[in-house]
C-alpha cells in the first residue's frame, strides 16, 4: 500500500524535468526564470533522497511512471494552477510512452520497496483509546462497504464516515448501526459531525456513549466558535476539521456574514498569492 521509492537518477533527467515544468509555465521575464530554476533545483534535492508513494492493493503494482507523476505535483505545487499541474502530471508520462529509450532510462533508476518503517502520528481521546491523524475519508463513495472493508485490510483504524443519500435529502445516517458496531466492539470511539456548542452540550446531557470527537468545518475565515472549542476541552473532545483550504465557500455555506463569497476568501487573500508571473 505505502512504498519507498529510491530514486537515482542523473543530471539529464533533472533537466528534463526543469525544461518541463518551464515549458509548462509560458513565457518568463529573465529574472522570474532564475528564481523558478532556484525553486526547482531546491525541490529536487528535497526529492532526491527518495520518497513515499500509495498505491491501492487492487491496483497494479507502482511503476516509474507512477513516479514522475508524482514528482511533477511536487514540482509544480506553487508554480502551475491546479488544472494546469494535473494536465502536466498526467501528460509526462505520454511523453515518456512517446520514447522508448527515455523511458526504459528512467525504468532503471527508479526502484521500488514496501515501507515497513512508517509511523502514524496519534492523537488520544476520551474513551482511552489513541486515533490516527491518518483518516479513511468516504464521502461520494459506491460500493461503501467493499471499498472500508479494503482500507481496514490494508491498515486504515479510523474512517471519516458520510451521508446515506438513500434517505432522499442526503443525510441518512444510520445511527442504530453506530451505536451497531460499538457495543459490539467492532469501533472503540465514535464522534458527531457539524455540532455547535448548543446541541453538543444537549447530547453530552443525555448521551450513554460520549463523543470522542467532533469533526466541522474550518479555516482561517472561518473559524472553530470559541464556545465550541471551550467545551471541547472541557470533556476532552477532539476537534477534527475539513475544509481548512475554503473548499466550503464555493458550496455555498460562506454566503451569509460579512465575507458572503462563493470562492474561498483563504485562496484570493493577497497573502496566499503569488505575484503575477512568478514562479514562487
Same mark, same amino acid.
Given at each position: 500500500?505505502?512504498?519507498?521509492?529510491?530514486?537515482?537518477?542523473?543530471?539529464?533527467?533533472?533537466?528534463?524535468?526543469?525544461?518541463?515544468? $518551464?515549458?509548462?509555465?509560458?513565457?518568463?521575464?529573465?529574472?522570474?526564470?532564475?528564481?523558478?530554476?532556484?525553486? &526547482?533545483?531546491?525541490?529536487?534535492? !528535497?526529492?532526491?533522497?527518495?520518497?513515499?508513494?500509495?498505491?491501492?492493493? #487492487?491496483?497494479?503494482?507502482?511503476?516509474?511512471?507512477?513516479?514522475?507523476?508524482?514528482?511533477? &505535483?511536487?514540482?509544480?505545487?506553487?508554480? @502551475? #494552477?491546479? =488544472?494546469?499541474?494535473?494536465?502536466?502530471?498526467?501528460?509526462?508520462?505520454?511523453?515518456?510512452?512517446?520514447? #522508448?529509450?527515455?523511458?526504459?532510462?528512467? +525504468?532503471?533508476?527508479?526502484?521500488?520497496?514496501?515501507?515497513?518503517?512508517?509511523?502514524?502520528?496519534?492523537?488520544?481521546?476520551?474513551?482511552?483509546?489513541?486515533?490516527?491523524?491518518?483518516?479513511?475519508? !468516504?464521502?461520494?463513495?459506491?460500493?461503501?462497504?467493499?471499498?472500508?472493508?479494503?482500507?481496514?485490510?490494508?491498515?486504515?483504524?479510523?474512517?471519516?464516515?458520510?451521508? *446515506?443519500?438513500?434517505?432522499? *435529502?442526503?443525510?441518512?445516517?444510520?445511527?442504530?448501526?453506530?451505536?451497531?458496531?460499538?457495543?459490539?466492539?467492532?469501533?472503540?470511539?465514535?464522534?458527531?459531525? *457539524?455540532?455547535?456548542?448548543?446541541? @453538543?452540550?444537549?447530547?453530552?446531557?443525555?448521551? !450513554?456513549? $460520549?463523543?470522542?470527537?467532533?469533526? @466541522?468545518?474550518?479555516?482561517?475565515?472561518?473559524?472553530? =466558535?470559541?464556545? &465550541?472549542?471551550?467545551?471541547?476541552?472541557?470533556?476532552?473532545? +477532539?476537534?477534527?476539521?475539513?475544509?481548512?483550504?475554503?473548499?466550503?465557500?464555493?458550496?455555498?455555506?460562506?454566503?451569509?456574514?460579512?465575507?458572503?463569497?462563493?470562492?474561498?476568501?483563504? &485562496?484570493?487573500? =493577497?497573502?496566499?498569492?503569488?505575484?503575477?508571473?512568478?514562479?514562487?
Amino acid at each position: 500500500f505505502l512504498h519507498n521509492v529510491s530514486w537515482d537518477c542523473g543530471d539529464d533527467v533533472y533537466n528534463f524535468f526543469v525544461d518541463y515544468m $518551464l515549458y509548462q509555465v509560458g513565457k518568463l521575464s529573465e529574472a522570474d526564470m532564475e528564481a523558478c530554476q532556484r525553486g &526547482l533545483a531546491m525541490r529536487w534535492g !528535497t526529492l532526491h533522497g527518495g520518497f513515499h508513494i500509495c498505491v491501492p492493493p #487492487s491496483c497494479h503494482p507502482p511503476d516509474a511512471m507512477h513516479a514522475v507523476s508524482l514528482l511533477i &505535483l511536487s514540482f509544480g505545487h506553487g508554480l @502551475l #494552477s491546479g =488544472p494546469l499541474l494535473k494536465h502536466a502530471a498526467l501528460g509526462l508520462p505520454k511523453v515518456f510512452a512517446a520514447d #522508448s529509450e527515455a523511458q526504459e532510462y528512467i +525504468q532503471k533508476c527508479v526502484s521500488f520497496a514496501d515501507a515497513q518503517d512508517v509511523v502514524v502520528q496519534t492523537v488520544e481521546l476520551n474513551s482511552g483509546f489513541s486515533m490516527p491523524m491518518l483518516a479513511f475519508g !468516504t464521502a461520494g463513495m459506491d460500493r461503501t462497504r467493499e471499498t472500508v472493508q479494503e482500507a481496514l485490510r490494508v491498515g486504515f483504524r479510523a474512517v471519516d464516515t458520510a451521508t *446515506n443519500p438513500s434517505g432522499g *435529502n442526503g443525510f441518512g445516517y444510520d445511527q442504530e448501526k453506530v451505536f451497531k458496531v460499538v457495543r459490539r466492539g467492532w469501533v472503540r470511539s465514535i464522534g458527531v459531525s *457539524n455540532f455547535d456548542s448548543q446541541q @453538543l452540550q444537549r447530547l453530552l446531557s443525555m448521551a !450513554t456513549i $460520549l463523543p470522542a470527537v467532533v469533526g @466541522l468545518w474550518a479555516d482561517i475565515f472561518h473559524p472553530v =466558535p470559541r464556545s &465550541l472549542r471551550v467545551l471541547c476541552k472541557r470533556h476532552k473532545i +477532539q476537534l477534527q476539521v475539513y475544509g481548512t483550504l475554503g473548499y466550503e465557500w464555493s458550496q455555498g455555506r460562506g454566503l451569509a456574514g460579512k465575507l458572503a463569497s462563493r470562492s474561498s476568501p483563504l &485562496l484570493v487573500h =493577497p497573502a496566499s498569492q503569488l505575484p503575477k508571473g512568478r514562479c514562487f
